[in-house]
């Protein structure tokens, strides 16, 4: 969102239909294994295979995904010899997910019963 002519109230960014960059951020971290892997390095620099070992999937899987978190702005990478490190780009997105989380934590069970986003919609579509 940018501000308006006034610099007060948060004005569109794109036309109506089109995604806003609001709504891809939120995308970018709406899937399960991006979250995780925002989570690890939330704690430190890691190397792929240190997130593989953490979010359970194939490296080539985990590397796509820290692709489009690198594509986003999300994350960086420094090469060390033949390795990556990983770590956060922005300071900021620790204040965003301690404030998911304080959100999740007053709404209680509220999101994850959701029929449309909840935890028991993906279940029940899985079947």
């Not at 002519?5 to 991006?34: H, I, K, M, N, Q």
């Not at 978190?69 to 010899?81: E, K, S």
């Not at 900021?92 to 209680?108: C, P, W, Y």
């Amino acid at each position: 969102m940018t501000m308006n002519g006034e610099g007060s109230a948060p004005a569109a960014t794109t036309s109506c239909g089109s995604p806003s960059a609001a709504v891809a951020l939120f995308r970018s971290l709406g899937d399960p294994a991006r979250l995780a892997i925002l989570r690890r390095l939330a704690e430190g620099e890691a190397r792929t295979t240190d997130l593989v070992a953490c979010v359970g999937l194939a490296q080539s899987t985990v590397s796509a995904h820290l692709a489009c978190l690198r594509d986003c702005g999300l994350v960086t990478f420094r090469p060390v010899g033949r390795a990556s490190w990983y770590s956060l780009a922005r300071p900021e997105l620790l204040d965003l997910l301690a404030a998911a989380e304080q959100l999740l934590a007053a709404t209680g069970e509220a999101v994850d019963l959701c029929p449309a986003y909840g935890t028991r919609s993906a279940e029940d579509s899985a079947r």
